[in-house]
């Protein structure tokens, strides 16, 4: 049943809070999540072991989710595995790609609990008509219904959700990609000052190193990690950098660098009182 089934997701290399996002969702599913850092370690996984459904970030170094996902459709052992892209890009090129590529579906962050258990009883039903791995009865799917249930009722209610470009920290919008999950939400800023505190040096290095790409990666990255937790200015402002670093290349002291050290200096000062008032 759906207790011994395997769920695989991958995440971006180092900079994981988006897979640790998904991961304490899922925590009282009983689903097993299998993380893998980019499409060669995915490839591997599917060797070794069975899975229900795929989790397959666009983004990722060595081999991205599109090549991935080619290599997974060319086989025919691997052909029916539901693969669902998990991304923080919404555009319409980048989602018909991947349908077009062969993925079945996709979750855009800042991650809506609803839609991820949703997506897991769609594509994890689907599969087992054909597998003994799933009963509909089980614990795990209960879990994950009542996962959705509470997503559902979250939605329903009024939250302060103000998505202004200025908003540093709205706690209303983490909790939401949390469920309500208060714990979860304080865990995940706590392990955002742990990882990203010292990001801008790693970028300020990546802009001296005339090194575009990794920069432009690291504020995709930061993009979708932020949104997640409620840090809206700093998401904004990463996905400005993240276009602009496409197109040109970018100094440390250009404005966007300016505005980007600042919206991070303020996110962590933000979640640092807030932690401490906790």
């Known amino acids: 049943d759906l207790v011994r089934s395997?769920?695989?997701?991958?995440?971006?290399?180092?900079?994981?809070?988006?897979?640790?996002?998904?991961?304490e969702i899922l925590t009282d599913t009983q689903v097993t999540l299998d993380i893998a850092e980019n499409g060669e370690e995915v490839l591997a996984l599917l060797e070794q072991y069975s899975y229900d459904a795929i989790f397959m970030d666009i983004q990722m170094p060595i081999m991205d989710g599109m090549e991935a996902t080619r290599r997974i459709r060319a086989s025919d052992k691997w052909n029916d595995i539901p693969i669902i892209a998990l991304t923080a890009s919404a555009s319409r090129n980048d989602?018909?790609?991947?349908?077009?590529?062969?993925?079945?579906?996709?979750?855009?962050?800042?991650?809506?609990?609803?839609?991820?258990?949703?997506?897991?009883?769609?594509?994890?039903?689907?599969?087992?008509?054909?597998?003994?791995?799933?009963?509909?009865?089980?614990?795990?799917?209960?879990?994950?219904?009542?996962?959705?249930?509470?997503?559902?009722?979250?939605?329903?209610?009024?939250?302060?959700?103000?998505?202004?470009?200025?908003?540093?920290?709205?706690?209303?919008?983490?909790?939401?990609?949390?469920?309500?999950?208060?714990?979860?939400?304080?865990?995940?800023?706590?392990?955002?000052?742990?990882?990203?505190?010292q990001l801008d040096e790693t970028f300020i290095e990546s802009l001296k190193s005339g090194d575009m790409v990794e920069a432009s990666n690291m504020m995709h990255n930061l993009k979708g990690v932020t949104a997640n937790i409620g840090a809206l200015a700093l998401s904004y402002c990463a996905a400005i950098l993240e276009e602009a670093l496409l197109h040109t290349a970018i100094g440390k002291n250009h404005k966007l660098t300016k505005k980007f050290q600042y919206n991070l200096e303020k996110t962590i000062e933000t979640i640092r009182a807030h932690l401490n008032n906790q």
């Open 6 to 23: 395997r769920g695989l997701g991958d995440v971006y290399k180092r900079q994981d809070l988006n897979q640790d996002i998904v991961k």
């Open 95 to 197: 989602i018909e790609d991947g349908l077009a590529t062969g993925m079945n579906d996709y979750l855009t962050k800042p991650l809506v609990p609803e839609k991820l258990f949703s997506v897991l009883i769609k594509y994890c039903s689907t599969t087992a008509e054909n597998s003994n791995n799933f009963d509909s009865n089980s614990s795990a799917q209960e879990c994950i219904e009542k996962g959705l249930s509470e997503a559902i009722l979250l939605e329903s209610k009024e939250l302060d959700t103000d998505h202004s470009n200025e908003v540093i920290l709205d706690l209303s919008a983490g909790l939401k990609v949390c469920n309500g999950n208060q714990i979860l939400l304080d865990k995940l800023l706590t392990r955002f000052i742990e990882k990203y505190s």
